[in-house]
C-alpha cells in the first residue's frame, strides 16, 4: 500500500499539463453522461486524443486502440444522439435481446482479436489483462452510443480491471481518474434508471 501512496505523490509531482487535461476533461465527459447532456461527446473526443498520446508512450496498445474506438462511436453517439427533423430524441431505455448478443460479441471477440493482435505485432507485456479492459469499454461504449442503461456495467467492468492495470503501468493519476469514473458511473446507472421510470410513469 505504501508503494502506492508513494507512486501516486511521484506520478502527482511529475504530472504534465497534457495529462492534467485529460483527467479533467475524462471527469467532465463521465459527469455530462451521468446528467444525460449530448455535451459527452465532443469533450470525451477531446480527452481521447490527447489519452492516446500518452497511453502509447507507456506501452498500453490495446488502450490506444480502445480510445482511437472512443472517437469513432463518439461521432457516431453524438449523431445518435441529436434531436433529429420531426423526430423525437433517442431515449434512455434497457437493452434488448438482440443488443446484448451484440454486446457480449463485441466483449468475447473483441477480447481474442485484441490479444492477438497484442502478441503478434507489439511488444505488449500485459495483453490478456489490456485486451480484457478495452473489449468491455468497447462494448459499455456501443451501449452509450445507443442510450442503454447497460452501458454503466460494462464500462464499469472495464474500470474495474482498468485500475490495478494503470497502477502496474505507473499510471497512478489515470489510475485515480479511472476509480472517479467509476465511482460516477455508479451514479450513472441510478440516474438513468430514474429516467426510465419516470418516462414510463409518464407514458401511462
Keep these: 500500500m505504501q508503494s502506492w501512496i508513494d507512486l501516486f505523490i511521484n506520478q502527482f509531482k511529475a504530472t504534465t499539463w497534457l495529462e492534467w487535461a485529460a483527467v479533467i476533461l475524462g471527469v467532465a465527459e463521465v459527469l455530462l453522461a451521468k446528467a444525460n447532456k449530448v455535451w459527452l461527446y465532443p469533450t470525451g ?5 490527447i489519452s492516446i498520446y500518452l497511453l502509447l508512450n507507456f506501452g498500453l496498445y490495446a488502450e490506444c486502440l480502445l480510445n482511437g474506438y472512443y472517437v469513432v462511436m463518439s461521432f457516431y453517439g453524438w449523431y445518435y444522439w441529436i434531436k433529429k427533423k420531426n423526430e423525437p430524441p433517442v431515449k434512455v431505455t434497457y437493452a434488448s435481446r438482440q443488443e446484448w448478443i451484440i454486446t457480449l460479441l463485441i466483449v468475447f471477440a473483441g477480447w481474442g482479436i485484441l490479444y492477438f493482435i497484442l502478441v503478434k505485432f507489439t511488444p505488449s507485456t ?23 442503461i447497460e452501458n454503466w456495467v460494462l464500462l464499469n467492468v472495464s474500470n474495474l ?17 479511472t476509480l472517479i469514473l467509476f465511482i460516477v458511473a455508479i451514479f450513472g446507472y441510478y440516474d438513468w434508471r430514474r429516467i426510465i421510470r419516470k418516462e414510463a410513469i409518464n407514458a401511462k
Design 45 to 49: 473526443i477531446a480527452a481521447t486524443l
Design 161 to 177: 480491471f482498468a485500475i490495478p492495470l494503470l497502477y502496474h503501468k505507473n499510471l497512478a493519476m489515470f489510475a485515480v481518474l
Design 126 to 148: 500485459v495483453p490478456v489483462w489490456d485486451a480484457w479492459v478495452s473489449s468491455t469499454a468497447w462494448a459499455g461504449m456501443w451501449l452509450l452510443a445507443r442510450r442503454k
